[in-house]
């Protein structure tokens, strides 16, 4: 583990993850039939998952500061950007056969790769400024809708007047509002000086989930679902 990581974002991730598995593993029992299969229309899970996917873009917003906070590291950046889209682009092609409710033409990962290029604009911006364009985008989800953002290429901007049909559904309005908000939370509070030390080696592992969000991401809902299978057959 590198010294200028920030053990508190990796903690703070790893607890999303957490979350998520804990969700997705509801959400299981639910399609499985070991639950009301009305589970998850309930309002606390609703939210749950909004909370979830919001702390994930905020999460980003502050990474994308502590990256590249006092200059963009252009191939790092790239690097990153090309890991997400493709994470993303995989999550779509197994979405069209695999994922109740609808391909995920614009989900997390599209949304947290597509905010990352909009918060190249607002590293430069003072924080205030950001974090005002952050809440003008959060408005925006309760502002009037268009029929010409109906298209399914235009999915992304999450002002169509007709929902589409997706298993994970996050477009720019409103969720590039907590990438942005996490930018400015980041350079108000300078993170990008930040200087940390070599982490003890219980908080190293806590943090193991943390540094490999992105893998983790991929993989557990199959490892789940395949355990889920493995236990109907063995019952069968």
């Known amino acids: 583990m590198t010294k200028n990581r920030l053990p508190a974002l990796d903690i703070a991730r790893t607890l999303a993850l957490v979350c998520m598995v804990i969700f997705h593993f509801t959400f299981d029992l639910a399609l499985f039939g070991f639950i009301d299969p009305g589970t998850m229309s309930q309002p606390f899970w609703y939210y749950f998952a909004r909370m979830i996917a919001g702390s994930f873009l905020f999460l980003s917003g502050v990474s994308l500061w502590m990256a590249h906070g006092q200059g963009i590291r252009w191939p790092a950046f790239w690097t990153r950007f090309a890991k997400v889209a493709a994470a993303a682009a995989l999550v779509t092609l197994a979405s069209i056969w695999l994922v109740p409710g ?129 236990y109907l057959w063995a019952n069968s």
């Open 102 to 230: 609808g391909p995920i033409w614009f989900g997390i990962l599209h949304a947290i790769a597509a905010a990352s290029l909009l918060g190249l604009v607002a590293l430069r911006l003072p924080w205030q400024v950001t974090l005002a364009l952050a809440a003008v985008i959060f408005a925006a989800a309760w502002g009037p809708r268009f029929a010409v953002f109906d298209p399914i290429w235009l999915v992304w901007t999450g002002l169509a007047e007709s929902r589409p049909m997706m298993g994970d559904y996050v477009p720019l309005v409103p969720w590039a509002a907590p990438a942005l908000a996490g930018i400015a939370a980041a350079k108000a509070l300078r993170l990008d000086q930040w200087r940390g030390t070599r982490p003890s080696p219980l908080l190293h592992r806590l943090t193991f989930p943390g540094r490999h969000s992105l893998i983790i991401y991929l993989v557990h809902q199959p490892i789940l679902i395949g355990l889920f299978n493995v």
